[in-house]
């Protein structure tokens, strides 16, 4: 099996899985068919700008999870817990590891949203995995500038971190706690949303930044969330030539525009135009790397000035698309000589 995908909340990626697979997900509870292994995949959301993963899994098939960027500087922490029937390979930027030594693992691994990274399991392999997302916005709201220097410096270490931050005691109690939750009763879920924030605040005073406290805000109710969710699929929707106006995204969503420029902010990090402006400059930049030119690119994503899309994606990316266009083509060239 093997699962590509960009980091988004949990939730939509439980959802994404399933389309994926097959396996029909019940209320974003993913169990394993007799063909991929035994267990499930669970996932929620804390809020807006947290959403967790917990993974209990036998693999009757090797297994490979490949992130790819989602351009976003978000923060991905992963507790895990696993033993290894042949080997574990991890593949991050240009690094790369094979470990077949080392059969049961213990260890925490913190990545940034914005790289890439690769994790292939054998089949036989038992793995219990929890797995935290946290937005932009989610950093912006919690981490002063000192602990996000301390995070951006872990997750430049890269595999270099592996076995660097070990599963104490401690942790492994409040685990056991998380994984015993009986995920069918709405009490254990929510009792289970508690655990969670307060291992994250353990682990980030263990590792990160002893003075920092989690503050839980109020938790956006799953209805909004589905709402929120339509517009998403809308304003990334390749077939949306346009913005829609604020009025038909505010019905769509059975919101107040007030309320839903608000909400989309908070679950989203984005204003509701800057969503849809990125989401297209993303599609612009895949269209110049399959050897589309930058001003076919601009006008087939609804650009009819082609200073004006240049100008916006220098913004976004940092470089304009003449010269990723150049370099890309300047790669391609060299790898078929």
């Known amino acids: 099996m093997y699962i590509r995908f960009k980091q988004k909340n949990f939730k939509t990626w439980i959802q994404e899985v399933s389309k994926a697979t097959g396996i029909k997900a019940k209320n974003s509870l993913l169990p394993l068919n007799e ?7 669970f996932a929620d959301s804390i809020d807006r700008t947290f959403s967790y993963i917990l993974m209990d ?9 490949h992130r790819i960027s989602n351009n976003q500087v978000g923060l991905l922490i992963y507790f895990n817990q696993a033993q290894i029937s042949d080997y574990i390979r991890l593949r991050h930027k240009k690094d790369s590891i094979t470990d077949s030594f080392n059969k049961t693992r213990s260890n925490i691994f913190v990545s940034s949203s914005n790289t890439d990274l ?6 036989g392999s038992k793995l219990k995995r929890l797995g935290i997302y946290l937005t932009p916005q989610w ?6 500038g000192d602990t996000k220097m301390q995070i951006e410096l872990l997750t430049s270490q890269g595999l270099e971190q592996i076995d660097k931050l070990p599963i104490n005691q401690e942790m492994q109690e409040r685990l056991a706690r998380i994984f015993d939750t009986q995920l069918y009763n709405e009490h254990e879920r929510l009792a289970l949303k508690s655990r969670i924030v307060l291992l994250l605040e353990y682990f980030f005073s263990t590792y990160i930044n002893q003075s920092l406290e989690i503050k839980n805000k109020k938790i956006i109710p799953d209805e909004d969330i589905n709402r929120l969710r339509s517009i998403e699929v809308l304003l990334a929707n390749e077939e949306t030539e346009k913005f829609p106006s604020i009025i038909k995204l505010a019905r769509i969503a059975q919101m107040s525009s007030t309320k839903l420029k608000q909400r989309f902010k908070q679950v989203y990090g984005y204003r509701l135009y800057e969503y849809y402006n990125k989401q297209r400059l993303e599609k612009a930049k895949e ?9 076919e690119a601009g006008y087939m994503i609804g650009f ?13 990316y940092g470089f304009t698309p003449g010269s990723f266009f150049d370099k ?9 000589l």
């Open 35 to 41: 063909t991929l292994g035994k267990g499930y995949c």
């Open 57 to 65: 899994v036998e693999l009757n098939d090797d297994c490979t999870l």
């Open 304 to 316: 009819s000035d082609v200073s004006n899309f240049t100008k916006a994606f220098k913004k976004e």
């Open 139 to 144: 950093i912006s709201d919690h981490f002063d």
């Open 328 to 336: 890309s083509t300047s790669t391609k060239t060299t790898n078929t």
């Open 118 to 123: 690769e994790v292939s399991f054998r089949a």
């Open 287 to 295: 269209l110049i790397l399959q050897g589309i030119t930058p001003k």
